[in-house]
């Protein structure tokens, strides 16, 4: 990884993926009572169609773009996409209607998906060795924009409901720009390979890597740990506001705390871990470092102390892109926007699937004349599915 501005680039544009969807957070309920009018309730509603429509689409078109840009190359599909994405943000900064805002995230689930082309570019400039630590450090670009989106949304929302879809706009267009200029393509006649439509879907590609030798179960331990972790944007703010009486100003304290944690974790810890451990001690003690943090929070009851182990849970983190780095070597040079299409789906399955299964498990436990009242309920099935990640990962062969 010797030119640094591409990674700059790199870094930039899974930063204002994660800052694009982080910005219009705030300001959604208030935007889509803007337009259809209604109670805050039926803008719940929306808002919850709104981004299962959005999970929908990645899920459908992670490996579309992966395979996309395995044959015609990383720059021209992250350019395409950071370019159409400008564009949507300016739709939906002027939709006066509920169809343009559903028009508008399912382009945005589209092009969100250049996450997994920037992994695939990131694998493609780094050596076997340091695919770990180049994972980390897109890791940390999203934990970055995981911090910055609703502290800005939040910002801009005080001056208009529209405003921090103009700011994602020309976030966007600028890091497009600027990728026109810098960014050099990685795939050669080398590592092209031919396009394929039975390939180009979340199936097809599935069962095309899961020939590769240890690859479904490697891909099985990437789809319970997203799922398993899905369930901090799931419950989080209701979780919170149940078990300790938090305000959203304190819920939003709680998540910039862990988001800042989580990118250190990922700029800096990774590369030493993998130095020292390797890359499949590195997954087990993430793995395992994430089971005790759900089991925590399953059971705590005081406030103060969740705040203060929350970087400690961000520990976890490093498990993640170690795993990325095991799957990365085991595919071949000419597949890996394939993979990482793939594993931008999976990420999307688990958030469609988790929302709908740690929701209700936490009105189970929470409602009024509850059998046991336990709002933690979820993140105790969250660590049973973290658990069992880490036994299919110990039966796995291989990833040093």
Known sequence: MTNRLPIL??????????????????????????????DLAQAAVWGGILATVFAVMQFLCGPLLGNLSDRYG????????LA????????????????????????????????ATALAYMADISKPEDKAKAFGIVGAGFGIGFVLGPAIGGILGEFGTRAPFWAAA??????????????????????????????ANPLGSLKALGKLPAMTRLLTVFLLYQIATAVYPAIWPYFT???????????????????????????????PSVRIFGNRRTVLIGLAIEVAALLFLGFVSIGWLVLATVPIAALGGIGLPALQGIMSRRVPDDAQGELQGVSASLTSLAHIAAPLVMTQ??????????ILYLPGAPFLLAALLMVLSFVVFQNSRGGK
Do not use: C
């Open 241 to 271: 506001a149940e078990r300790f009486g938090w305000e959203p100003r304190m819920i939003g304290v709680s998540l910039a705390v862990y988001g800042i944690g989580f990118a250190l974790v990922q700029g800096f810890l990774i590369a």
């Open 361 to 370: 498990t936490f009105a189970f436990f929470s409602k009024e004349h509850a």
């Open 9 to 38: 680039v790199i870094l930039a544009t899974v930063t204002i993926d994660a800052m694009g969807i982080g910005l219009i957070i705030p300001v959604m309920p208030d935007l889509i009572r803007e337009v259809m009018g209604g």
């Open 74 to 81: 990383r720059r021209k599909v992250l350019l395409v996409s």
């Open 170 to 199: 020309i976030l966007a267009g600028a890091n497009a720009l600027l990728g026109w200029f810098t960014l050099t393509e990685t795939v050669t006649e080398k590592n092209r390979r031919t396009f394929e439509w039975r390939r």
């Open 84 to 115: 159409v994405m400008s564009a949507d943000y300016v739709i939906m900064a002027l939709a006066n209607s509920m169809w343009l805002l559903v028009v508008g995230r399912i382009i945005a689930g589209i092009t969100a998906a250049t996450y």
